[in-house]
C-alpha cells in the first residue's frame, strides 16, 4: 500500500504558494526615488510617506516647487548646486505641485534639474506637511525625523545650513 502523505504535502505546499494571488490580495512594492530626473511620476501623500520611510538611513532634503513658481526659479540653481556638493550623502527629491506635466517638464530642463522629482498636481503632499503652496523646503534627519520646515522660498546660507544640521 502506498502512502498518500508526500503527494498531499507537495499539493499543500503549492497551493499555499498560490494562495495569496487568488485571495484578491495584491502584492504591490514599495515606492522608490525615481531613476531618472524625467521620470516625474504621480505621487500622492499617502505613496510619498511610504517612499520617505523606505529612505530611513539617509537623510533626506524635499524641495516643494511648481513651474510657474517665481520664488521656486529663484532657489532651484541653489537647490541644483547643493545637490552636486551634498548628493552622496543627502537624498534629494523634488514634489511638482499645483503644475501641469508639462510645465514641470519644461522646468526640470530649462532649470537643469539633477534630483528627481515627483508630480502632485493635487498638492496633497504639501498639505500633509502643513504646507499649501509653493516653495517650501524640508529636512530630515537619518531617522526620517522631520528636522526643519522652510515655507518660502530658501537661501543658500539657510540650504547650506539646514544640509549640515543633518549630516552631522
Partial sequence: MTRPVPAMAAVVSIMVLLLPGCTGEHVTAPPT????????????????????????????????????????QVETPELVQAHGVWGDRVRFIGVDAQDDRSGAERFLSDYRVTYPSVFNPANDIAVSFGLFSPPATLFFDADGTLVKTVPSQIS????????????S
Avoid at 501623500?45 to 516647487?65: D, H
Wanted: charged share 15%; with cysteine.
Fill in 33 to 72: 526615488i525615481p531613476s531618472s530626473v524625467d521620470e516625474l511620476p504621480t505621487m500622492d501623500a499617502a505613496t510619498f510617506s511610504q517612499l520617505l520611510a523606505n529612505e530611513r538611513g539617509t537623510p533626506v532634503v524635499v524641495n516643494i516647487w511648481a513651474s510657474w513658481c517665481t520664488p521656486c
Fill in 156 to 167: 543658500a546660507h539657510d540650504l547650506r545650513a539646514n544640509l549640515r544640521s543633518i549630516t
